[in-house]
């Protein structure tokens, strides 16, 4: 449900998302599937690409975003990688841990 939230919210706001890039799955990862504060980053992404005029959004875009808030990391879920492959790299590394 947060997947098909987060991409007619994004369609609403004229800012395109591309469904392979599996954006609830890393946004809910990044925020250890805690849904608040997953919501929290899904609107501060929204939000930074409306006030920059963007249209459509990016990994790039999202990791800087993300960035933020947790900088220091040298890898986050927002690596511009299938996501199957971020998410194992980032699990191996210790991510939820």
Do not use: Y
């Not at 998302?17 to 946004?27: L, P, T």
């Not at 919501?39 to 975003?65: C, F, G, N, P």
């Amino acid at each position: 449900m947060f997947g098909k939230n987060f991409m007619k919210s994004a369609n609403t706001l004229g800012v395109r998302a591309d469904a392979d890039d599996e954006w609830a799955d890393r946004i809910l990862f990044a925020e250890h599937g805690q849904v608040g504060r997953s919501v929290a980053l899904a609107k501060e992404i929204l939000r930074d690409a409306v006030t920059r005029k963007r249209d459509e959004l990016s990994l790039q875009h999202a990791e800087r975003v993300f960035r933020k808030s947790k900088p220091g990391l040298d890898m986050t879920p927002f690596h511009s990688a299938e996501w199957d492959v971020v998410k194992s790299e980032l699990t191996a590394i210790g991510w939820g841990q």
